[in-house]
């Protein structure tokens, strides 16, 4: 019998795959990121046997409960979460790609790690889309000199955007922005779009949905987004 999160994989690529095409859009240009945070290491299992290899993880410390003892060379990881400065050498260590950079602070801390370690994750830059005061991510008008910063003077290799938009309105509108910025300074990758709202993501031009609930079932507890 197949598992719920077979079944729920099976179902949202298929979504995937129907969306991008209305869109005019290529579904392999549209990749599937599992949030795992606070799954038990049996999902954790369930969803490595089902075939899936690209995990979002929102808290370092999290990250290497979930990750840290397994082989993880044929995965993909990325942390979707803020991350602060002291944890930026684990971070660096673990993941594949850091989609939250948002301030000037953290590049210079990145760029030490990366520096230490020897080993350069991708890098997106989370934007504060909707300007929302409590929301992690650099400010639109902040954006551009950031990037400029990131690449001239840190030499992060930036390759594309994240947001999280406002979580009461129609989320369309900033996805739209999003793409554009992105187009703006030719940023190829775009994280957008979650278990409620990926189909309008990729009508968007999202390169990456990360998906939680609606693979894994209910989470134990509420993030703190
Ligand atoms: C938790 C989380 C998700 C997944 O949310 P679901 O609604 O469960 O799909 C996506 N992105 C970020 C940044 C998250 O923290």
């Known amino acids: 019998m197949q598992s719920d999160f077979s079944q729920n994989r099976l179902e949202i690529l298929q979504k995937i795959a129907t969306t991008a095409k209305e869109a ?3 579904p392999d240009d549209i990749t599937l990121v599992a949030v795992s945070k606070t799954q038990t ?3 954790l299992d369930e969803a490595l046997s089902d075939g899936q290899k690209i995990f979002g993880e929102n808290r370092v410390q999290e990250a290497y409960s979930h990750w840290g003892e397994r ?3 044929d995965l993909e990881l990325r942390l979707i979460g803020p991350l602060q400065t002291n944890k930026s050498d684990e971070a660096v260590k673990l993941f594949d790609v850091i989609e939250t950079l948002d301030r000037e602070h953290l590049c210079a801390s990145l760029q030490k790690s990366i520096q230490k370690i020897g ?3 991708k890098i997106l830059m989370q934007i504060n889309i909707g ?3 409590q929301k992690a991510g ?3 008008n902040e954006f551009p000199r950031l990037l400029d910063l990131a690449r001239e003077h ?3 290799e930036v390759t594309g955007l994240m947001c999280i938009p406002p979580a009461e309105l129609p989320p369309a509108p900033y996805f739209a922005l999003l ?3 992105a187009k703006t300074h030719d940023l190829k990758t775009l994280s957008m779009g979650m278990s409620s709202d990926f189909e309008t993501a990729i009508k968007f031009g999202a390169t990456h949905v990360r998906v939680g609930t609606a693979l894994f079932g209910a989470r134990n507890y509420q993030s703190n987004l």
């Open 119 to 121: 080993k350069a994750p």
């Open 24 to 26: 005019g859009r290529n």
């Open 41 to 43: 290491p049996e999902k």
């Open 138 to 140: 650099v400010a639109i």
């Open 154 to 156: 840190y030499r992060l």
């Open 179 to 181: 793409q554009k910025l």
């Open 131 to 133: 300007n929302e005061e």
């Open 71 to 73: 082989d993880c060379s």
